[in-house]
């Protein structure tokens, strides 16, 4: 029973570091090697946590989760950015920064759907063999 209420824990672990990304520099391919460091190790996090979503939630149902968190996130953030915008130095609020923001948002969570893709194909290649093996005997 615990160990189910921690799973729909995820889903707010994901959308708390998507949101956390709206906080880092833009520059990511900059002179600081620590900018893509920062923006590699979020990824992996989020990897992470989509490959455990997809053992916790499944295929289906963790899609649904993670797609879900992403559109809330990158609404979120665009109303966060809107109101806070001398903050994220959006002193004009164009269309593009908040095409700029969400797809950053859009684009880590996709990283939580490709770590659920990568553990999905893992679960089938391991169901085949073994299909494979109980055929050959």
């Known amino acids: 029973m615990i160990r189910k209420k921690i799973h729909y824990l995820l889903p707010i672990l994901i ?5 956390i ?9 900059g002179s600081e090697i ?3 460091a920062v923006w590699f190790i979020l990824s992996l996090f989020i990897f992470a946590a989509g490959w455990i979503n997809n053992l916790a939630f499944g ?10 968190v992403i559109v809330a996130t990158a609404i979120i953030s665009v109303m966060f950015i809107s109101f806070f ?3 994220f ?13 969400s797809s950053r948002n859009i684009l880590l969570g996709t990283m939580a759907i490709f770590g659920m893709s990568v553990c999905e194909l893992l679960i089938v290649q391991r169901e085949n063999e073994s299909i494979k093996n109980k055929n050959l005997e």
């Open 15 to 19: 959308a708390i570091l998507i949101f």
């Open 21 to 29: 990304s709206n906080f880092l520099n833009t520059r990511l391919f």
């Open 34 to 36: 620590v900018n893509f």
């Open 59 to 68: 295929w289906e149902k963790g899609g649904k989760i993670v797609v879900a």
């Open 85 to 87: 915008s001398d903050y």
């Open 89 to 101: 130095h959006t002193e004009n609020l164009l269309f593009e920064n908040l095409i700029l923001y």
